[in-house]
């Protein structure tokens, strides 16, 4: 499948066969297809004593460039997009946002680029947020040089549905670059969505970065809480139709180089979306805990209390939970071999001196792909 013969099967799998002592770092393998739009990274340095393998994630002195990115994930985490509001004559709230498409070039992880397609120049798009019963409003301008759409998860008409070759008279379906659109429905129902492109071929379209979670809150709201929003996503840097890395909102292992400080007994609602493409499933597993699960978040009852959960395609669930002790616990996908392709991050509690990350990180030095530790 693979243009230029490196899959990442091949890259786990052959690794690990060969032991290989050459240095063949996930950044330097991604590096080699010079095709139109690939990854292109820089030569990974080595790090004695662990084999030959270099650390793309953790080495010293190359981390992602999260100015150039424009985005930072541990700031996306707890960063809800509430728009604007105002208040109509029927006493009704309007909420509206103004999301624009580009192009733009992003680092996945330190030295891979992939050429992003964007909301708001970020990968995953705003997390859109209001409250069941608002009127929304979102205007959005294509600054793309690809067709593009927003298509909504929720209950409208078919003409604010985001679909190509429907709503075309009114101006919707799909928007051309240069071309604008608004969108315009009801808040409902309550629960946490998503909205993506709908331009075909739309596993591609998705992938290249047009998602974004979508937060109805219900009436009576929710319980307080540290809440975060968590986008599973992945990227193939080398268009073979498979991902070469596996992330929560797109750097991966960056939940370990910045492990998410919670408080000890603090409850934390997680707002957890599978926005990948390519592989049909997806997972949520944490360590030392359990969460109660809302699949959907349509309902205010738990449907479970488990610490690992799967998520198909455009699935989507909050969790709850707390920590009755202190400490760094891993949360990753239970796919592992996403896990090991930069899908793994930490929650950090209290102020813990027990295991450090760079600790948790130089554990994971020995996996045979290497890419990640701290020296
Ligand atoms: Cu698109």
Known sequence: ??????????????????????????????????????????????????????????????????????????????????????????????????????????????????????????????????????????????????????????????????????????????VEPGESFSYEFDASPFGLHLYHCHVAPLAAHIARGLYGAFIIDPKEGRPEADEMVMVMNGFDTNFDLANEIYAVNTVGFHYINEPIAVKRGELVRVYLVNALEYDPLNSFHIHGNFFQFYPTGTSLTPSEYTDTVIQGQGQRGILEFEFPFDGDYMF???????????????????????????????????????GKAKA
């Open 1 to 174: 499948m693979s243009k230029n013969g490196i899959s990442r099967r091949r890259l786990l799998g052959g690794a690990a066969a060969v032991a290989a002592p050459a240095a063949i770092g996930l950044s330097g393998l991604l590096g080699r297809d010079s095709s139109a739009g690939a990854a292109v990274a820089a030569e990974p340095p080595t790090h004695a004593g662990h084999g030959a393998f270099p650390h793309a994630t953790f080495a010293a002195g190359s981390t992602v460039d999260h100015r150039a990115n424009g985005f930072d994930p541990t700031e996306i985490l707890r960063d809800f997009d509430y728009g604007s509001t105002r208040r109509l004559a029927s006493g009704r709230v309007l909420r509206e946002w103004e999301i624009v498409a580009h192009d733009k070039e992003i680092e996945v992880a330190p030295g891979v680029k992939f050429e992003a397609w964007t909301y708001n120049g970020r990968v995953p798009g705003p997390t859109l947020r209001g409250r069941e019963g608002e009127l929304l409003r979102i205007r959005f301008v294509n600054a793309s040089e690809h067709p593009h759409t927003m298509h909504f998860h929720g209950i409208h008409r078919a003409a604010m549905d985001g679909m190509p070759g429907i709503g075309e008279m009114g101006g919707g379906g799909q």
């Open 332 to 370: 990753h996908a239970h796919v592992s071999e996403f896990a090991e392709l930069g899908w793994t991050g930490f929650f950090r509690v209290g102020d813990p001196t027990k295991l450090t990350a760079a600790a948790a990180a130089a554990a994971y030095c020995e996996l045979p792909w290497g």
